[in-house]
């Protein structure tokens, strides 16, 4: 993920780039090296974006525990009395970039998030962890040195193995803080025309304590291989940030203006011996990847996940990691898209998606439907409403969204 | 504020012309020259995409010995945009996207976070996105993001120069009519007020203005819980002699401590007489104990105005420039705030050293009253203070 600014494509493609950037040149696949640095000494690129929402209906409670006492009661209130207002959330991204010379980069982005008053249950304002007036926070600084046998990534970044992220990815979630790790990414070539990619990283250090009497440092390991002319790849997650261990094979392709991909992924905790499985996959237009509607495109999309309730990995692109596929541990289903240009850059969209519930609990449905116009170079407006029917009420949400790229 | 009459604390006199950063520009140039296309529609070119400046003062002051260190810092990227104004059609009218940042760090000697200073962080201040229109006969503009405000050229009752509110501010303006159209609809920071006994949840703050050629009205629709206000201000600009007045009503939040029931504000401000040199300039106003808008240009309520809730009296301001680098300036007030005397007088010596770089002098006078400032002895007695400054434009 860590090149997802680096793209020379329109702006307000901008978003749609950070997962375009995985499908077309990340780290799982090596491409890096047959890109020629050509780009000027000092880079800037942002984007700016203004969500509002408004929820009606039985909406669901925060889970116990998530929030203060006092919030939890007042959101308890908000969610008896039905009356919710619109919720803002403004998120900012700015990305420098400055290169001294050829093929040696050094990648700063800043970003600054936070909600139009923060006492609503709207889009997650309850317990914001940021506020408007905070400053930029670091979310990635890294230097990007090309080596002998490849290139290595140092520093704060984001990553992901795979096109889909199920085994190890840090997803770039505006709802939390960010999810970058530090640490060490390596992707090149390797002997008989395979190419791979090794990450090592840092997540934390937990302080010793009467049980244990050393600090324990919680890292990231993990490795991926790519053999010679074919599209698939095998991720090893050899430590993760709890001890987990996994194994995956994803496959990725492109025919024509479509492209497919899919994983599937065992993985097991440290002290255990049963290893579970988790499966995932998505075919869509090759700009589409964006799951929020933010770019016009035309034809249909397909995304679907099963995931074991116990999978165990805890950096990933599911939904309860701030990911961008809608599918948690637990969860077996499928959405469907479809765009479908209705004027000049206006596109209008549908969506369905089923969520059944491998625990046994009732499967939730949700439809959406929506537009996105592409007002001007670099700026998207677009509105949605989406309804969610669980058993044995369901919830809708409403929402407008601004983007302004450059 | 729309005419050459001063109002505030601070000269506007421009010694100083800020000069921006060629390296920097140098290198920020052509950044957004990118473009490309977006469903067809191509983004146009424009001239200068990213403007950035900064201030950066030191100051030192006595007593009490005080050093402290402000940086303010402000970019702008702007953008044109050609956005399908009406598809069926396909006609397009120009846009213009200006994304606004503007962050701000000070620290005093001393002060940590914890008791006041904001620690060493860049807090930012104002971040905004605007995108406006010119057309032939009107222009419209909408800003959306955490912003500073200020409705009419007093700003009475409206206006909040002491923190950026999250709002949007959507505006239209005729100029062959000289007429203009605001409103802001904004949210405050609820975070830190919820727990006064009158403000329920998500606070909004709400205000419409509708602004002629020589006169304007305000409407504050809903401030700080339920405060409401509306204002009128005139205004008359003439080679030599300026004047801006605005008079104002307003009503504090219901179950709020402050006084209940509508009340008066009116400040006028005139200048007397000026040249190219110099200036002499009248301020004079009366504000009602009760007259508490959270955000006003009121100096208690953070603003740039020297009067405060409670305060009548007048203020003479002079200023000449004796030399193409040093302004000489002279602010005595003399108010009466709750039946006590007010006073103060202060000398400003500012000396430009080059473009962008000045020191000031600051030398002032209070005699003794029971009126607490945070600068005065606790005592009420009479007080000189001065104060050194050195700032940088860039």
């Given at each position: 993920m860590n090149r997802y600014f680096r793209s020379r494509r329109p702006p307000s493609l901008l978003a749609g780039i950070l997962l375009l950037a995985l499908a077309s040149?990340?780290?799982?696949?090596?491409?890096?090296?047959?890109?020629?640095?050509?780009?000027?000494?000092l880079d800037i690129h942002g984007l700016f974006t203004l969500r509002a929402d408004q929820y009606h209906g039985a909406v669901p409670l925060s889970p116990?525990?998530?929030?203060p006492p006092g919030l939890a009661d007042s959101q308890r209130r908000e969610a008896a009395s039905g009356q919710f207002g619109w919720g803002v959330q403004q998120v900012t991204r700015l990305q420098l970039r400055l290169?001294?010379?050829?093929?040696h980069e050094l990648v700063l982005t800043l970003c600054h998030l936070g909600w139009?008053?923060?006492?609503?249950y709207t889009s997650g304002?309850?317990?914001?962890?940021?506020?408007?007036?905070d400053p930029f926070r670091v979310e990635e600084l890294y230097a990007s040195l090309p080596v002998r046998q490849g290139r290595i990534f140092i520093g704060r970044q984001y990553f992901q193995l795979?096109?889909?992220?199920?085994l190890a990815a840090t997803p770039l979630g505006d709802e939390q803080l960010p999810s970058a790790v530090t640490g060490l990414l390596w992707e090149g070539p390797l002997l008989s025309a395979w190419s791979g990619a090794a990450v090592v990283a840092r997540l934390a250090v937990e302080p010793p304590d009467e049980a244990h009497p050393q600090a324990r440092p919680h890292d990231l390991l993990g490795v991926r291989l790519t053999p010679p002319r074919r599209n698939v790849g095998i991720n090893l997650?050899?430590?993760?940030?709890?001890?987990e261990q996994g194994l995956s094979l994803d496959w990725d392709q492109r025919e024509g203006l479509r492209s497919h991909s899919a994983e599937i992924a065992v993985a097991r905790l440290p002290d255990s011996n049963r290893w579970v499985w988790a499966a995932a996959g998505r075919s869509q237009?090759?700009?589409?990847?964006?799951?929020?509607?933010s770019s016009p495109s035309s034809g249909w999309s397909w995304q679907w996940a099963a995931l074991d309730p116990?999978?165990?990995?805890?950096?990933?692109?599911?939904r309860d990691q701030g990911?961008?596929?809608p599918f948690a541990p637990g969860e077996a289903g499928w959405e469907l898209r479809w765009d479908q240009p209705v004027r000049p850059g206006i596109a209008a969209m549908v969506s369905w998606r089923l969520r059944l519930q491998l625990t046994g609990k009732p499967p939730i449905n949700q439809l959406e439907a929506g537009w996105t116009w592409a007002a001007g170079a670099g700026l998207t407006l677009a509105g949605s409403y989406q309804h969610t029917w669980t058993s044995p009420l369901g919830y809708g949400r409403a929402r407008v969204e601004v983007r302004y790229g450059f | 504020m729309g005419s050459n009459a001063r109002v505030g604390?601070?000269?506007?006199?421009?010694?100083i012309v800020p000069v921006g950063c060629q390296l920097f520009r140098a290198l920020f140039?052509?950044?957004?020259?990118?473009g490309g296309c977006v469903a067809g529609v191509k983004a146009e070119s424009v001239s200068s995409p990213l403007a950035w400046n900064g201030e950066w003062i030191l100051t030192l002051a006595a007593p009490p010995t005080s050093a402290s260190v402000t940086l303010n810092l402000s970019a702008d990227w702007v953008r044109a945009l050609a956005v399908t104004d009406q598809p069926s059609t396909g006609s397009k009218a120009r846009w213009v996207g200006q994304l606004h940042v503007q962050a701000r760090y000070q620290q005093e000697a001393g002060v940590d976070e914890s008791t006041g200073g904001n620690g060493p962080l860049l807090r930012t201040d104002e971040l905004w996105l605007q995108l406006s229109r010119q057309g032939d006969s009107s222009s419209a503009w909408l800003r959306l993001g955490r912003q500073r405000f200020q409705a009419g050229?007093?700003?009475?009752?409206v206006a909040n120069p002491f923190d950026a509110i999250a709002a949007a501010q959507a505006g239209l303006s005729f100029p062959r009519r000289h007429l203009m159209l605001t409103g802001v609809d904004g949210r405050l920071?609820?975070?830190?007020?919820?727990?006064?006994?009158?403000?329920?949840d998500q606070d909004s703050y709400r205000w419409l203005r509708v602004q002629g050629p020589r006169a304007g009205f305000t409407w504050l629709?809903?401030?700080?819980?339920?405060e409401q206000g509306l204002s009128w201000d005139m205004r008359s600009t003439g080679p030599e002699r300026s004047w801006v007045a605005e008079v104002a009503l307003f009503r504090a939040s219901?179950?709020?401590?402050?006084?209940?029931g509508w009340v008066g504000a009116a400040v006028a401000s005139l200048d007397l007489a000026g040249s190219e040199r110099y200036k002499v300039n009248l301020n004079v106003g009366s504000v009602h104990p009760?007259?508490?808008?959270?955000?006003?240009?009121l100096a208690s309520a953070?603003?740039?105005?020297?009067?405060?809730?409670g305060s009548t009296g007048l203020e003479l301001n002079t200023s000449w420039?004796?030399?193409?680098q040093w302004l000489l300036e002279n602010e005595s007030s003399l108010l009466w705030r709750f039946g006590w005397l007010d006073a103060q007088t202060l000398f400003r010596f500012t000396q430009a050293w080059r473009p962008g770089l000045q020191t000031v002098w600051e030398l002032s006078w209070r005699p003794?009253?029971?009126?607490?400032?945070?600068?005065?002895?606790p005592d009420g007695r009479a007080q000189l203070a001065g104060q050194w400054q050195l700032r940088w434009q860039f």
């Open positions: 040149g990340g780290p799982f696949v090596g491409s890096a090296l047959a890109q020629p640095a050509v780009s000027p000494a116990p525990g998530s929030l290169e001294p010379m050829p093929q139009w008053g923060v006492d609503q304002t309850y317990g914001a962890p940021a506020f408007l007036s795979g096109p889909m992220g199920l997650l050899l430590a993760g940030p709890q001890g237009p090759a700009l589409a990847s964006d799951p929020a509607p116990a999978y165990p990995v805890t950096l990933t692109q599911l990911g961008d596929l | 604390r601070r000269s506007s006199q421009a010694v140039a052509g950044i957004l020259m990118l050229p007093v700003g009475l009752l920071d609820t975070s830190y007020v919820t727990y006064l006994p009158y403000v329920w629709v809903d401030g700080l819980g339920s219901r179950g709020a401590d402050n006084y209940q009760g007259f508490t808008p959270m955000a006003s240009n953070g603003g740039n105005l020297n009067f405060k809730n420039l004796a030399r193409p003794s009253s029971p009126i607490v400032t945070p600068r005065s002895p």
